[in-house]
Nanobody, 115 residues
């Protein structure tokens, strides 16, 4: 069974930084395409960033230049480095990994950015 566990969220002031981690188990991590999503109260869950097995990345326009996604296959972990945080970045952040014909999600980690 695939499991994803996010961590690293917290309360930060605007302009600050956080690094989120997502540890995966039960899948062939090195071959996996992994994404970070976020969801604010009353809003849909939106893609933030994604990284392919080869390391190719893509970002939502709203986070380009501020967020960086990376992966460490030896640790089965994907990271989201978030800099210059804004109040509108406040959300629960989730990682997603498709495997065995199913999309697996973690339970999320809350990021709160105060103004």
């Amino acid at each position: 069974q695939v499991q994803l566990v996010e961590s690293g969220g917290g309360l930060v002031q605007a302009g600050g930084s956080l690094r989120l981690s997502c540890v995966a188990s039960g899948a062939i991590f090195s071959a996996s395409f992994i994404s970070w999503y976020r969801q604010s109260p009353g809003k849909q869950r939106d893609l933030v960033a994604a990284i392919s097995s080869s390391g190719r990345t893509n970002y939502a326009d709203s986070v380009k230049g501020r967020f960086t996604i990376s992966r460490d296959n030896a640790k089965n972990t994907v990271y989201l480095e978030m800099n210059s945080l804004r109040p509108e970045d406040t959300a629960v952040y989730y990682c997603k990994l498709p495997a065995y014909g199913t999309e697996y999600w973690g339970k999320g980690t809350l990021v709160t950015v105060s103004s």
